[in-house]
C-alpha cells in the first residue's frame, strides 16, 4: 500500500470496506496523525489513494448496506 499523500509516514487506519465497483475495490481509510480520510482503490496491480469530501466520507460511515452501493457507485463513476 502506498503512503499516504497528507502524511506519508502515518499509518491508515481502516474504516470500512465500500464495496466492489468497476473491478476496483474500495475502502475507506483515516490517517491516524491529521485524521483525514481517503479512499483505497485497487485493481489488480494497480491502486492508490483517493481524495474524498469530508461530507462523502461521513455518508460512507453512516449509511447502510443497501444506501451504500448505489451511493458508491456514483461516486465511483471516474472508475467505470
Ligand atoms: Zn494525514
Known amino acids: 500500500m502506498n503512503p499516504l499523500p497528507c502524511c506519508a509516514t502515518a499509518k491508515p487506519r481502516h474504516v470500512r470496506e465500500l464495496g466492489h465497483l468497476y473491478q476496483f475495490d474500495f475502502d475507506l481509510f483515516k490517517c491516524s496523525q491529521c485524521e483525514r ?36 457507485r456514483k461516486w465511483a463513476q471516474g472508475f467505470n
Open 37 to 72: 480520510h481517503w479512499v483505497h482503490a485497487w485493481r489488480e496491480d494497480m491502486g492508490g489513494w483517493e481524495k474524498v469530501e469530508p461530507e462523502d466520507a461521513l455518508t460512507m460511515q453512516t449509511s447502510d448496506e443497501t444506501a451504500l452501493r448505489p451511493f458508491m
